[in-house]
């Protein structure tokens, strides 16, 4: 077997290879102890967003002061939002103090991860239409010949 023909093929295999991984980005939302509710809900919409595109999130809320005496409230907000998010991610890490603030990160469940497929799906059937359009145009154009 030709040598370059197998250098050529084995290129060919790493670029396929390279093309269909996905790689997994880290993303982060910073929370704080006396959170609004608005706030809450705007910033947890935003984590099942990027655990719904496949992305792993590191969820933080920092202490300023004295709110390093009530880390409990820390711990009950990170808690709801891995149950909320329950449907979309999985806890990689649970809750730990490190330093000034509480961090875990959250795992997207990959069955449950948007895929890109959908969204090309429906510029086909757009195409589709438009060229059952050009066929009538067609049809049109020779019937009036």
């Known amino acids: 077997m030709d040598y370059g023909k197998y250098q050529y093929e084995q290129s060919k295999k790493a670029k396929l290879a390279k093309k269909r991984q996905h790689v997994v980005q880290l993303k982060e939302m910073r929370y704080r102890p006396k959170i609004d509710e608005h706030d809450y809900r705007f ?22 002061g004295r709110e390093m005496a009530h880390t409990d409230q820390c711990r009950k907000i990170l808690d709801r939002i891995s149950e909320e998010l329950s449907d ?9 103090m490190e330093g000034r603030r ?7 469940i990959m069955t449950k991860v948007k895929s890109k497929d959908k969204d090309k ?17 067609n049809q049109n154009a020779e019937n009036e010949d």
């Open 43 to 64: 910033k947890t919409n935003h984590v099942r967003d990027f655990l719904e595109s496949g992305s792993k999130v590191r969820i933080f809320v920092r202490f300023a």
């Open 88 to 96: 979309v991610g999985t806890v990689g890490q649970p809750p730990k």
């Open 102 to 108: 509480m961090t875990m990160i959250l795992n997207p």
């Open 121 to 137: 799906e429906q510029p086909k059937e757009a195409d589709q239409e438009t060229d059952k359009v050009k066929e009538q145009r």
